[in-house]
Every structure is written in C-alpha cells, then in structure tokens.
C-alpha cells in the first residue's frame, strides 16, 4: 500500500505569516490527493482536493500544489482561526491512507 | 443542508460486537459512495470501509476485513458499519463520510466507540 509523509509534524507561526506544509506519497498518485483541517474536537474539514482545487468557502489564503509524490498546503496571511491539524490524504486507489497529519500553531 | 448523524457508538468488552448507523439528510443519498473513516487516539486518520452508492461494491482495510460488514439503505438514507470480534485497537471516533469525486466533502460530528475489558 502507498504510505503518506508529512513534515513537519508541528510547527508554530506568527499571524500574517505564510506557513508551508509538505506530503510525500510513497509512490506517484497523480494529483489524486485531498487537505483536510480538523480543529479540536471537531470532524476534519475539506480544504482543498486534486491537489489544488479550492473547495467552495474555503478562504483563498490555503492554496494546494503539487503532482506525482510531492504535494504542499500553503497557509499565507495566517489568521488565529488557522490553529489546527492538518491532513493529507492519497485518493487514487483505495485504501485511501491519511498522512499522519501536521499541527499548526500560533506563536 | 447536507447532515451525517453518527450513533451506536458504546464502551463494548474485546470480542464483543456494535452496530454503527449514519443518517444522511439533504442529498441524494443513493447517488454517492459513503465511507467509514476512524480515528484512534492520538492517532491519524483511516478510512476503513466504503460502499458505492447501489451497494454492489463495498471495500475494507485489511485491519478490519472479515470482522467488520457495511452496508446502507437507501430507502431509509442510512449508512451501516456492522462491527464484530472488536479489539482494543478498533477504539476510536468513527465518522460517517460522502464521498465527492476524490476527496470527502461532509463528515459527520463522530461517534465513540471504546473496546476495553
């Protein structure tokens, strides 16, 4: 099975900041690949899928790139809302595997 | 609006078995695959069993393959995960998801499910 990376696995950031987040696939999934936000105590939220299409009412702050292996999450302008743990997940083939997921907090 | 209501969820012994239920309101639910993805404490994400949207087609993470059974019904707009043989390692939140092309687009608010003796 294809086996998600992401790094870091936490990191703090002041607001206004840009912040980049990085998922590695263990192999090439095309640009079949999700971001998710989960806040404490809440379901994940979509952000972004196929790589770097923005889900609607996401804020235009998150942008997603990347194809094959290697795919960020950039959080530019960061807010105190932003505090979370963000996933990756490969959408290729199942089993749909997760990334271990990178928390973000604010300095 | 779009609703996924999660319940069933309990503190079961090892070996023991629960029945998960996931009620869909908003859309039509015979049209999408719906998932089941848990997570562990402290642990990430994992989407552990899917159906499309007639049924026909079902999958289950090697973890939970031949313990765990899903199904739905589509007249009632319900999601099924039929969880036996359970194991101190299937304790987690399990959330009841659509599926939206290649991503899930809703997700419901979680339900416990606590394996221990």
């Not at chain 1, 972004?48 to 990347?66: H, K, N, W």
């Not at chain 2, 049924?55 to 059974?69: D, E, H, P």
């Amino acid at each position: 099975d294809i086996q998600m990376t992401q790094s870091p696995s936490s990191l703090s950031a002041s607001v206004g900041d840009t912040v980049t987040i990085t998922c590695r696939a263990s192999q090439g999934i095309n640009n079949y690949l999700a971001w998710y936000q989960q806040k404490p105590g809440k379901a994940p939220k979509l952000l972004i899928y196929t790589a770097s299409t923005l889900q609607s009412g996401v804020p235009s702050r998150f942008s997603g790139s990347g194809s094959g292996t290697d795919f960020t999450l950039t959080i530019s302008s960061l807010q105190p809302e932003d505090v979370a743990t963000y996933y990756c997940q490969k959408f290729d083939n199942a089993p749909y595997a997760f990334g271990q997921g990178t928390k973000l907090e604010i300095k | 609006e779009v609703q996924l209501v999660e319940s069933g969820g309990d503190l079961v012994q090892p070996g023991g078995s629960l029945r998960l239920s996931c009620e869909a309101s908003g859309f039509n639910f015979h049209n999408y695959a719906m998932h089941w993805v848990r997570q562990a404490p402290g642990k990430r994400l994992e989407s552990v069993s899917s159906t499309s949207g007639d049924g026909t087609y079902t999958f289950y993470v090697n973890s939970v393959k031949g313990r765990f059974t899903i199904s739905r019904d589509n007249s009632k707009a319900t999601l099924y995960l039929q969880m036996g043989s359970l194991r101190v390692d299937d304790t987690g939140v399990y959330y009841c998801v659509r599926r939206f092309g290649s991503a899930y687009d809703y997700w419901g608010q979680g339900t416990l499910v606590t394996v221990s003796s």
